[in-house]
């Protein structure tokens, strides 16, 4: 049935053996369609092949979404395969709705896989969508990291994600769709052109009669990861043995430290320092980033400002950067007993209780006097930071509005709490 499987998809799910339960993200759309059939096939001819579970995300966003839904779920089960409809609930705003409704798919998908044991999450990224990703940042002042496009393997909202099909073409995925005679889901927003990626997307039949195709930009993102990663391993060796970051995920850095390093440099360890601090989201712009590595460098004293998430300032000739509290949600959220969750992106906070159920929200209520009345026995209160500061820390609270965790100070053996 799938002449289209060539070498290049065969060599790409080799790696699914590593994993006794994969999870597929299926939309409807012919891609994620294929993908589907693609690894049933391949799960097939394995001595042992993992468990598969397709999880499809009803946004609520048009009237057909349900239907849709339907049809995944209907293919899903002709193939033997186990599949689940999640629903995106609660008020969605017109504002970045692509992006808050992508947040959402990968938080929903990503509870989903906690309960059913699902190791990795598979997506139907191809070619096209690398180029249009590629073209995007380059549009948008991205440096070396960004033009490296998506990678084949990374991590969204604490999920793992694997894009086999990163080398194929959207057309041979329709085929396969069109080969098991199913007929796709056909989304109005992949043609409308308030959003950019529509945009660019329209326009590559032109870049590919000029020379410039899918190949030519896979050539490029391998060219550039190479590059790519040799900097970050140096990053990474800086990171290590120039920063600390404290029990409230304040990161800090000596100024000259920092200005002994080559610019590349400087500007990649503010990279990593943001991204970590500001709740993990990743700054592919730089023109930002290289107006803030300016002013370190003229010999001033860093003014106080903000970027990124982080509010970043200079005191005794040390850079600091802190979380910007304005940024974090203001939502309780409860943590039920066993359980662990990610917290702002920053840290992992676990309920090692057997029965009790924890409120877990931002200290943003608490007055400085409450930081050294729940520290004083644990550090001098000349080395608190400020309050702003710790105010941008999670806290964990029993039913008895008791405090059980400030940031990654743990007051009770019932809990724990780590900076990711």
Known sequence: MLEHLNKNISK?????????????????????????????DWSEKQNISPEITIYCVN????????????????????????AYVLHWQGEKSKSALQENARNARYRLIGQAMKQNGAQILLTAHHSFDQMETILMRMANGSGMSGMVGMAKLSQIQGVEIYRPLLQISPDDLAKIVKQASITPVFDPSNIDENYERVRWRKILPILFNLGLDA????????????????????????????????????????????????????????????????S???????????????????????????????VIEEKNKIL??????????????MLDAGQEMIWDNRFIIKNKSKSQVFEISSAI?????????????????DDLTKASQMQAAP???????????????????KIDSKIL
């Open 12 to 40: 790409s799910f080799e790696y699914l053996k590593n994993f006794n339960h994969i999870a597929i993200g299926v939309s409807g759309g012919a891609d994620s369609l294929a993908l589907m059939l693609l690894v049933a």
């Open 59 to 82: 946004h609520g966003l048009r009237k057909g979404a349900s239907a849709e839904c339907e049809l995944v779920v209907r293919e899903a089960k002709k193939l033997g395969l186990e």
């Open 215 to 278: 190949s030519r930009f896979e050539k490029l993102s391998v060219r550039l990861n190479r590059a790519d990663e040799a900097l970050n391993e140096i990053t990474n060796i800086l990171f290590d043995e120039k920063v600390t970051i404290d029990s409230f995920a304040v990161a800090k850095i000596s100024k000259k430290d920092f200005l002994l390093q080559s610019k590349e440099l400087q500007i990649r360890l503010l990279q990593k320092i943001l991204r970590k601090i500001g």
């Open 280 to 310: 993990h989201k990743k700054p592919y712009a730089l023109s930002q980033i290289e107006v803030l590595l300016n002013k370190i460098s003229i010999g001033e004293v860093l003014k106080k400002q903000t970027l990124h998430g982080c």
């Open 320 to 333: 600091i950067f802190a979380r910007e509290v304005s940024k974090i949600s203001k939502n309780t959220q």
């Open 365 to 381: 209520d608490l007055t400085k006097k409450d930081f050294l009345k729940l520290l004083a026995k644990l550090i001098d209160s």
């Open 395 to 413: 806290i964990a609270k029993n039913e008895n509005g008791e405090i059980l965790m400030l940031g990654g100070f743990v007051f009770s053996d």
